[in-house]
Every structure is written in structure tokens, then in C-alpha cells.
């Protein structure tokens, strides 16, 4: 039986300092607002088994055949319309937050490495795993950016992660965060975000929490993600000191023809329009970082959908991007995961240069 081939191990010298690292995963973006860049991000994205539980027989075909043929220019153009010069917001957003939680926990007397990637696209999670691992990390904790489990995100960066493992002869020590849907600082920074808007704009008839659909059948299956918006949506109402006609929690980004988790967010607000409504204010929970689900579906096409259905006035408040009381819960989530390994322990150049002395002198090379 043929050996398992694994991937060179970058150079180690005895008595250098073990490192932990922390990794905040995102699920991705194209480099390029352009149909090739798309197609390979789709591509990508669309053949992941936990993002489509479609047979593969029956699947691929059906996405390089039809899919991969015709969304891309579609795609493209939306995220023309919300492209930076900085580059795609998602990925702006994702590496501010690294810089600045890496900052953070240095304040606080950690010292770790931070770091960010994507599931999807670049920096790949395997790209920067191998940065890191050259580097010296030892340990890593793997923060995804996504506050709600789901098999769908969390698990696929798990997954990424695995594959990554089962090419190393020596594997780091390895955490991951699944889920702070309820962690106290992510939602009173979601609550102080509405606060801000309310205390500048004014408080609409209505807050709709948007999220992300998955379909619905992934529900009955056993994933949690549908429980945990709710829950996420109760505790800011409560944190808001809404009741429950002040707020609805509807799920967006529907793709395909299957039932998807309900009530679909452009319908519904079309219908609220429609009974009368005429003023909603939309927050987006769980995305951390504005993207072209909140940029373009949210703040373009379902304000557009609710304005002509009769409302007046639609505003969206802004993902939690670099707000400091969202990094400071960052912060405080890394810091709970990060507890029993030594990032606070001062290492002396004597002390390491004395662990390489009794290395060589059992006979290690230099």
C-alpha cells in the first residue's frame, strides 16, 4: 500500500518560540468584479458538498453545464456596483478586523499572531494555515466569521481546515469557535449599532433582522442555524426593548426553486408595504462585515422592492465592520477560546537559547 504524501515541512530550528495564531475565516469573494473571476468563485463556492447537498452526478453538470454558462456576467455586475477602490468590501471588512483584533488582544497582553482568510477565493484558508505554520504557529484557534452555526459555512471551514491537516506530517494544535449567536458582547454591539441609527435617523415603524436563508430542509435535518437567528433576533429585540410587533426576523439570498427557510425577506417587505407600512429599518445580524448580500440585495434591490410597493422610507442600517464595541466582543470571544494555552508568558532569549543547547546536545541538529 502506497505511503501517504504529505507536504514538506518548512525548517526548524531547536529553541525557537512556540507561537499561537488566530485565524478569522470569512467565506469569500472574487478577486475581480469581472465574469472570469466569478466563474472561479462560483465554481468554487457552488461545488462544495455542504453548501449544495445535490448528488454530485446530478449536480455537476448542472453547474458547469448551465450555471457557470450564465450567473457569472449576472454576478459580476452586481458586484461592479458595490466594488471599492480598496477592492470587494467583504474583504476590506475581513482584514480591518484581523489588524485590529490582532491590536487588541496585544493590548491585552496576548501575544499572538492574527490573521484572516476565506473559504472561497483568496487568501485561501490552506495558503494562510501554510503562512502560519511557517511562521512557527503551533497553535491556532479558527474564528469564522459567521456569529450562527451551520453546516453550511461553519462546517465547511472545518472541513477546509481538515483536508489542510491530512497533508501535514506534523499537525498544530487546532481549535475552532462554531458559534456566539448569543455571546453578550456580539449582541450589544448589533444593539448600540441600532441605538446609533435610531438616535441619527429617527425610529422607523418597523426593524426587520435579515439573514441569510439556507434551504429549509437543512432545518429538519438537524441543523441548528435556523434556532440560533431566532435566538439572535429575540435577545437584540429584548437588548432593544422591542416587543414582538416591533420586529420581524425574515431570511434572504434564496437560490434555486427548493423551500428555503421563511419568511423570504424582498416578500415580505413588499407585503408590509403593501398593508400600510411606510417606514422599515433593516439590520442584517449575521453578516459582521457589509457585502454584496447587504450592499446589493439589501441596500439597492429589497429597498427598491419595498419603495415600489408603496413605502417611503427604507433604511439600512451597516454591518458591525470596525465598530470598536464589535471588535472589543471579538476580542472577548478569541480571548474564552483561547484559554489554557500560554499567549500571555514572557519567553527570555536565555531560555530558548538554552532549550537549543540540550537539543544539540542530545544529538538534534543545529
Known amino acids: 500500500m502506497p505511503s501517504p504524501t504529505f507536504a514538506p515541512e518548512p525548517p526548524y530550528a531547536h529553541g525557537s518560540p512556540a507561537r499561537t495564531a488566530v485565524l478569522l475565516c470569512n467565506l469569500g469573494t472574487p ?19 455542504r453548501v449544495v447537498e445535490i448528488p454530485r452526478l446530478v449536480w ?3 453547474l458547469h453545464g448551465v450555471i457557470l454558462r450564465v450567473r457569472p456576467a449576472k454576478s459580476a455586475a452586481k458586484y461592479a456596483s458595490i466594488w471599492t477602490p480598496e477592492g470587494s468590501p467583504l474583504k476590506v471588512w475581513t482584514e480591518k478586523q484581523a489588524k485590529l483584533l490582532g491590536g487588541y488582544l496585544g493590548e491585552r497582553g496576548h501575544q ?3 490573521r484572516y482568510a476565506m ?31 451551520s ?19 506534523h499537525v498544530p494544535e487546532l481549535r475552532f469557535v462554531n458559534r456566539y449567536h448569543d455571546h453578550p458582547g456580539y449582541i450589544a454591539a448589533l444593539a448600540r449599532s441600532v441605538r446609533a441609527h435610531w438616535q441619527a435617523h429617527g425610529q422607523a415603524e418597523q426593524l426587520v433582522m435579515s439573514f441569510h436563508g439556507v434551504p429549509e430542509r437543512t432545518l429538519h435535518l438537524g441543523d441548528p442555524y435556523h434556532c440560533e437567528c431566532l435566538k439572535t433576533g429575540r435577545l437584540l429585540a429584548q437588548a432593544l426593548g422591542l416587543d414582538a410587533k416591533g420586529y420581524r426576523v425574515t431570511f ?17 417587505l413588499v407585503a408590509m408595504a403593501q398593508q400600510g407600512v411606510k417606514s422599515v429599518q433593516l439590520i442584517c445580524p449575521g453578516f459582521t462585515g457589509d457585502c454584496i448580500e447587504t450592499l446589493e440585495e439589501i441596500d439597492m434591490e429589497a429597498r427598491a422592492a419595498f419603495t415600489q410597493a408603496g ?32 499567549t500571555r508568558e514572557p519567553v527570555t ?15 538534534a541538529r543545529r
Do not use: M
Open 60 to 62: 455537476l453538470p448542472i
Open 119 to 149: 473559504r472561497y477565493g483568496n487568501p485561501s484558508i490552506a495558503s494562510v494555515l501554510d503562512a502560519l505554520k511557517a511562521e512557527g504557529a503551533t497553535r491556532i484557534l479558527l474564528l469564522p466569521a459567521y456569529p450562527q452555526y
Open 112 to 114: 499572538v499572531q492574527v
Open 151 to 169: 453546516g453550511t459555512t461553519s462546517a465547511s471551514v472545518i472541513d477546509a481546515v481538515t483536508a489542510w491537516s491530512a497533508r501535514q506530517r
Open 31 to 49: 478577486d475581480e468584479p469581472t465574469a472570469p473571476a466569478l466563474r472561479r468563485y462560483l465554481g468554487e463556492f457552488l461545488s462544495d458538498p
Open 252 to 268: 434572504q439570498s434564496r437560490f434555486g426553486k427548493a423551500k428555503w427557510l421563511e419568511p423570504y425577506t424582498e416578500p415580505t
Open 349 to 363: 532569549a536565555q531560555a530558548l537559547e538554552d532549550s537549543r543547547q540540550r537539543a544539540i546536545a542530545q544529538g
Open 311 to 342: 413605502g417611503e422610507r427604507f433604511e439600512y442600517i451597516a454591518c458591525l465592520n470596525d465598530r470598536p464595541e464589535w471588535i472589543q466582543a471579538l476580542t472577548d470571544i478569541a480571548e474564552q477560546h483561547l484559554q489554557g494555552w500560554p
